[in-house]
């Protein structure tokens, strides 16, 4: 069974009415994908994950993600204060996030967006502390920061709960920091393209109990589904990633570690419970069987659902 730590199934992409989604989950769970989280990132939208979590039997996280920082104002904040305390029973609910900071779109990186970044992301970290919550981190040209403020966090009160440092690119040793704070780290369609060595050399050499998956769906396609810039001119529309997309990911990923499918989607899962500690109770039952990677053919379960990227650059 594998687990998705990250797909935005309540995207636009996805059809207003989810249809392209709820879809794209049934070829994902024919798949083998047993669980995935939906990570919320302004508040306009904690209402349809949480909805979308329940209706197809997943986990849901609320939070506001930085690119969304520019719109939101302390009433945000409030909302997702709220919700966090109305839902905290809420087995469905596992984390709060996405959450984190962006220090690479230049809009975000003028001082006073800077700024507004760091106090959001604090009080969302004092949030997950509160309610005892790990949290899902958006890590872009920020890992120092993040840790820092997870450090500072930890100075403050109880530690936060850990999590996932979503999407990560970073160094060796912030990979070891982020490890050492009880963080798992997530990978996805960005490792599968030939050119990313770094990333594809992190993934295959990093302790075993570090990593997450995920898809990020729609966003980061994998390398089979991704659209150049010339292609796109041409008219190919952008291909959409999806949580089906999710075992082929996992199955080229395993390569990296010299381990099969079936290892790499056990080792994968175990750590993503460990990170998300309530996923553990909504795992499907043993009758959803998992489907090595190998014979699964995403093809086969028809044509996936085609839009364009909402935020490509937002990981
Ligand atoms: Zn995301």
Partial sequence: MWIDTHCHLDAPEFGTDHALGLQAREQARALGVGLCVYPAVHAADFASVRELAHRTGDAYALGIHPLFVPRAG?????ALAAALERHAGDPRLVA???IGLDFFLPELCTPGMRER??????EQLRLAQCHGLPVILHVRRSADWLLK???EAAARGRPVAGGIAHAFNGSVQQAQAFLSLGFKLGFGGAATFDAARQLRQLFGNLPPDALVLETDAPDIPPQWRHVNAAQRAAGRPQ??????????IGAELAGLRGLSSAALAGLTTANALSALPRLAALLPSPAAAFVPADQADP??????????ARHMEAS
């Fill in 239 to 248: 291909g959409l990633n999806s949580p089906a997309e999710l075992p082929r």
């Fill in 74 to 78: 302390p009433e945000d904040l409030q």
């Fill in 96 to 98: 709060v996030g996405e």
């Fill in 149 to 151: 403020g997870l450090r």
């Fill in 299 to 308: 093809a086969a379960a028809g044509p996936p659902p085609v839009g364009t």
């Fill in 117 to 122: 970044q760091w106090q959001c992301y604090r």
